[in-house]
């Protein structure tokens, strides 16, 4: 009984942070988060 209700709240869980992830008010940091590996690493030195 206990193992069925802790898969019912983990799968909540994984549900909730997929749609998290997945929104679109999350889509602007996600893709400046994408460019960063093409940025230029000189332009950060002082």
Request: cysteine-free; glycine content about 6%.
């Amino acid at each position: 009984m206990i193992a069925g209700i802790v898969t019912v709240i983990l799968l909540l869980a994984f549900l909730g942070g997929t749609a998290w992830a997945f929104s679109a008010k999350r889509k602007p940091e996600f893709d400046a988060a994408a460019r960063l590996p093409l940025e230029d690493q000189n332009e950060n030195l002082p």
